[in-house]
Each structure stands twice: as structure tokens, then as C-alpha cells.
């Protein structure tokens, strides 16, 4: 409740989620216009490409190919307007969202493990000074999402094999499959451009 700002990068995704029983109420901006003047919901999240495999594709929200220039706004459990599914929006769109009614209906937001509550408003646009090395199976392909022969879809198969990810001891993102046994060995794969890897988030607390 300080009025600071906190910055953060984010690789999946940017979250916003209420804080309370209360649903939150959030504007949401696009470019600087103003796309919804009020979402009810659980909350909201941007997705990358990389991240839309992940919290997002649990909300609903699509499934970008790697390669896409494009960024998932996907709602949360929204409750107004009731058949808003989300957008996909160009990677190089700023995002803005603003608390409705922060006092009485609290809203955090998690830049992938980094959290900051009672948020006023947060500002996402991507980072294109920084760059990651995506590393992930070679016999199963993040941006799998064709029909595999068997009727089964990209969306199916996620239901059976989760995406795991974790940071190794010098900092570099580490992709594999979860299966019963854990997650299994990966191995080096593909440079991400900086257009595709990072989130970068502008968070500012109530006053």
C-alpha cells in the first residue's frame, strides 16, 4: 500500500488474480485505448508463446506456436462480459491493466514466481534487450499441436503429458516432460529470439 513500483520479467506469463472472495474488477487497456472498461473475473493473464502451454492454456486461453509474433490476453473465470474468451493480440501490443474498486476487492499479480499484492495498476510490454535458450525433448516438440494419426490434438496430448520447467544453477530455463517417473532429461534445442522469450512487467501497489 506504498505507491512503489516494482519491475520483473516474466517468461510465461503475467498474472492477475483477486486476493479475496470478492471478484475482481479490472480495465483493461490496449495500446493506451481502452478495450473492456470493466472485466469481472478471477483475474486475467498475458501469455507468450512459450507460456501459452502453461496457465494459460488452463484458462482456456490458445495455444501460440513458438514462432508467433503474438501475445494470449486470456481471462480467468470472467463473469462479465460473460462470453469473453480473451484475445490474441501482436507481441509488440502494451497491455495495461487497472484495479476497479482496488480497496474493496484486492488484486495481485505474479510475474511467473514473482508476486506483488494489492496492485493499482500493472503495464506489460515485451522486453526485446534480453534473450533465453529454450531447451526441451527433441521426441516431443513444445509447439507440437498437429494431429498426431490418432485423433488426438496438441490440446489432448497436454491432458496426458505436462510441460515441466525449472532453472538450472546458472540460470538458464530447463524444458522436459513430466511422466510418472518425474521429468525426464533434456536437451538443447533452440535459441528463442528476444521477440519470443520475456514479458516486461511494471507493477504500481495503492497508495
Given at each position: 500500500?506504498?505507491?512503489?513500483?516494482?519491475?520483473?520479467?516474466?517468461?510465461n506469463?503475467?498474472?492477475?488474480?483477486?486476493?479475496?472472495?470478492?471478484t475482481?474488477?479490472?480495465?483493461?487497456?490496449?495500446?493506451?485505448?481502452?478495450?473492456?472498461?470493466?472485466?469481472?473475473?478471477?483475474?486475467?493473464?498475458?501469455?507468450?508463446?512459450a507460456?501459452?502451454?502453461?496457465?494459460?492454456?488452463?484458462?482456456?486461453?490458445?495455444?501460440?506456436?513458438?514462432?508467433?509474433?503474438?501475445?494470449?490476453?486470456?481471462?480467468?473465470?470472467?463473469?462479465?462480459?460473460?462470453?469473453?474468451?480473451?484475445?490474441?493480440?501482436?507481441?509488440?501490443t502494451?497491455?495495461?491493466?487497472?484495479?476497479?474498486?482496488?480497496?474493496?476487492?484486492?488484486?495481485?499479480?505474479?510475474?511467473?514466481q514473482?508476486?506483488?499484492?494489492?496492485?493499482?495498476?500493472v503495464?506489460?510490454t515485451?522486453?526485446?534487450?534480453?534473450?533465453?535458450?529454450?531447451?526441451?525433448?527433441?521426441?516431443?516438440?513444445?509447439?507440437?499441436?498437429?494431429?498426431?494419426?490418432?485423433?488426438?490434438?496438441?490440446?489432448?496430448?497436454?491432458?496426458?503429458?505436462?510441460?515441466?520447467?525449472?532453472?538450472?544453477?546458472?540460470?538458464?530455463?530447463m524444458?522436459?516432460?513430466?511422466?510418472?517417473?518425474?521429468?525426464?532429461?533434456?536437451?538443447?534445442?533452440?535459441?528463442?529470439?528476444?521477440?519470443?522469450?520475456?514479458?516486461?512487467?511494471?507493477?504500481?501497489?495503492?497508495?
Amino acid at each position: 500500500m506504498s505507491g512503489e513500483t516494482h519491475r520483473s520479467a516474466a517468461i510465461n506469463e503475467v498474472s492477475l488474480l483477486r486476493e479475496t472472495r470478492q471478484t475482481a474488477k479490472i480495465e483493461v487497456l490496449v495500446n493506451g485505448h481502452v478495450a473492456l472498461p470493466e472485466l469481472v473475473c478471477d483475474g486475467v493473464l498475458v501469455a507468450t508463446p512459450a507460456g501459452s502451454t502453461a496457465y494459460n492454456l488452463s484458462a482456456r486461453g490458445p495455444i501460440l506456436p513458438l514462432q508467433a509474433k503474438m501475445l494470449a490476453l486470456t481471462p480467468i473465470s470472467p463473469f462479465r462480459p460473460r462470453r469473453w474468451s480473451g484475445a490474441i493480440l501482436p507481441d509488440d501490443t502494451a497491455v495495461c491493466f487497472r484495479i476497479l474498486e482496488a480497496e474493496n476487492r484486492p488484486v495481485s499479480a505474479v510475474a511467473d514466481q514473482v508476486e506483488v499484492r494489492d496492485v493499482a495498476k500493472v503495464e506489460i510490454t515485451l522486453d526485446r534487450e534480453r534473450s533465453l535458450t529454450l531447451l526441451f525433448d527433441p521426441e516431443h516438440a513444445l509447439d507440437d499441436g498437429a494431429d498426431d494419426g490418432q485423433g488426438q490434438s496438441g490440446r489432448q496430448q497436454h491432458d496426458h503429458e505436462q510441460q515441466a520447467q525449472h532453472i538450472d544453477r546458472h540460470g538458464r530455463v530447463m524444458y522436459g516432460t513430466l511422466g510418472p517417473t518425474g521429468a525426464r532429461p533434456v536437451a538443447p534445442s533452440v535459441a528463442l529470439r528476444p521477440e519470443h522469450s520475456l514479458n516486461k512487467v511494471s507493477i504500481r501497489r495503492n497508495l
